[in-house]
């Protein structure tokens, strides 16, 4: 079924009898060419590119809960093209460009908004780092503009320019920056992979993977036994535990990252609005809730849910930046289970098992990189070789040293990009 205002139209005058699912609810086969594991937005993304780009349609997607259930659904939705580093940086701009193009690929609204991005600087030094990443980002062919302390006044007059200890500099603008619909992207990719004959079976979780002879066979699911020629691991938060099912010990940790949406308000906040010398920022949903969130929980965690001690931080935070938000209600707060890699950069790659693919590392960062990630992922399992976008996002750089990407400057720390 093709989406149209026509058809809405049509649905809406009709008594909306005429809608049919998103998808088909399947039986799992015995035997696929390809397994992804995880219905996240990556494996979502790589299971749809792999069958619209490379005609690979014998393909299952394996999840253990529901299709968007993951992080997926629960991120605050921000899409952004303003990375520094040569390796980053060519990703999130492809990235980019192919969210302007989603909604007319996918014939799905994932209500994609451009909205624009401001980061807060607070010092002259930081002055000048934004200004290096601007001119990176303009290198990259992405847009970017450094606004002066009454450029930011003109954009967000309800900011506290005056605070003791963050007195507001300026801001590095990134007008193609936005947000986009979490679940619409995620219900978008299912649609066009399954429409192509992608499998997506949900409640089923993945317990084991089959090697032989170092190649994998297949995996072990609470749904039986699954036979295929290759396996992507896409689990984001999950990465350890599953890739420890093939013998693997991946420099991946799980930390809890959590965020809040107050109730639905007229519209104040126009834009993304980045705070990070606070650890804060914040936007506004199309419902009117703000959204925002913070820093990580700081401790290692599975658990999809956070702690109060972040929680007052946020708050404080939002406070001190933009003082008028106290006087809005908090309606609910979540967290999600994220997969933190040493440099603070993805991981696209093969393992050293055959046919065992490996798609991780994705931070906080993960959902904008939703639609280049599944891009580059299916490429890798479809030809073998890296798409030039991923080609850094090897996983021995955490061995050999070699091609690390700390785009945070941070240091060999997970909890701290
Ligand atoms: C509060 C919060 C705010 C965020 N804000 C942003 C933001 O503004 N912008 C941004 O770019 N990124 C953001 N992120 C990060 C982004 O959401 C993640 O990096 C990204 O969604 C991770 O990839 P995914 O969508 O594939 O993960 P997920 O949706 O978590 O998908 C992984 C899936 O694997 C499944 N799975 C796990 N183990 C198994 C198994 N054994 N068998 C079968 N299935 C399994 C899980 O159930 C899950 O559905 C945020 C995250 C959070 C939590």
């Given at each position: 079924m093709r989406f149209s205002g026509l058809r809405v139209l049509k649905e809406g005058l009709t008594g909306n009898t005429g809608w049919t699912p998103h998808w088909r609810d399947p039986e799992p086969k015995s035997d696929y060419d390809v397994i992804i594991i995880g219905g996240g937005g990556?494996?979502?993304?790589?299971?749809?590119?792999?069958?619209?780009?490379?005609?690979?349609?014998?393909?299952?997607?394996?999840?253990?809960?529901y299709v968007g259930g993951g992080n997926v659904g629960r991120n605050t939705t921000i899409v952004r093209a303003n990375y520094f580093l040569p390796g980053n940086s060519e990703f999130y701009s492809h990235s980019l460009k192919l969210w302007e193009g989603l909604e007319h690929d996918l014939n799905y609204n994932v209500m994609h908004s451009q909205r624009g991005l401001i980061n807060l600087f607070h010092s002259d030094g930081q002055r000048d780092a934004f200004a290096r990443r601007g001119n990176a980002m303009i290198n990259q062919g992405d847009d970017a503009v450094l606004l002066d302390r009454e450029g930011v006044r003109k954009h967000l007059p309800y900011?506290?320019?005056?605070?003791?200890?963050?007195?507001?500099?300026?801001?590095l603008l990134h007008p193609r920056g936005g947000t986009a619909r979490h679940d619409a992207v995620a219900w978008g990719y299912a649609r066009g992979a399954d429409t192509r004959g992608v499998d997506l079976i949900q409640n089923c979780e993945?317990?084991?993977?089959?090697?032989?002879?170092?190649?994998?066979?297949?995996?072990?699911?609470?749904?039986?036994?699954?036979?295929?020629?290759?396996?992507?691991?896409?689990?984001?938060?999950?990465?350890?535990?599953?890739?420890?099912?093939?013998?693997?010990?991946?420099?991946?940790?799980?930390?809890?990252?959590?965020?809040f949406v107050t109730e639905g308000i007229k519209p104040v906040i126009n834009h993304v609005v980045s705070f990070g010398m606070g650890h804060f920022y914040?936007?506004?949903?199309?419902?009117?809730?703000?959204?925002?969130?913070?820093?990580?929980?700081?401790?290692?965690?599975?658990?999809?849910?956070?702690?109060?001690?972040?929680?007052?931080?946020?708050?404080?935070?939002?406070?001190?930046?933009?003082p008028m938000i106290g006087k809005a209600k908090v309606?609910?707060?979540?967290?999600?289970?994220?997969?933190?890699?040493?440099?603070?950069?993805?991981?696209?790659?093969?393992?050293?098992?055959?046919?065992?693919?490996?798609?991780?590392?994705?931070?906080?960062g993960g959902f904008k990189a939703v639609p280049a990630s599944g891009w580059a992922t299916a490429h890798l399992i479809a030809t073998g070789t890296p798409h030039d976008t991923a080609a850094g996002f090897r996983l021995d750089r955490f061995r050999?040293?070699?091609?690390?990407?700390?785009?945070?400057?941070?240091?060999?720390?997970?909890?701290?990009?």
């Open positions: 990556h494996g979502l993304s790589t299971a749809y590119y792999l069958a619209r780009n490379h005609g690979i349609t014998n393909v299952a997607v394996l999840e253990k809960g900011l506290d320019f005056d605070n003791t200890r963050f007195p507001v500099y300026g801001g993945v317990t084991g993977i089959d090697i032989e002879n170092g190649t994998v066979k297949g995996v072990q699911t609470t749904r039986g036994t699954i036979r295929a020629k290759k396996v992507a691991m896409v689990v984001a938060g999950r990465s350890g535990q599953v890739a420890a099912m093939a013998g693997m010990r991946l420099p991946i940790e799980s930390h809890i990252l959590q965020a914040i936007s506004q949903s199309d419902k009117g809730g703000l959204v925002f969130g913070g820093d990580l929980d700081f401790y290692a965690s599975y658990a999809q849910r956070g702690n109060l001690p972040m929680m007052e931080h946020v708050m404080e935070a939002g406070m001190t930046l933009m309606l609910r707060s979540w967290g999600g289970v994220m997969d933190m890699s040493p440099d603070g950069s993805p991981v696209i790659d093969k393992t050293d098992i055959g046919g065992l693919f490996l798609n991780c590392g994705w931070n906080y050999t040293g070699r091609g690390l990407m700390d785009e945070e400057g941070t240091g060999s720390q997970h909890n701290l990009h």
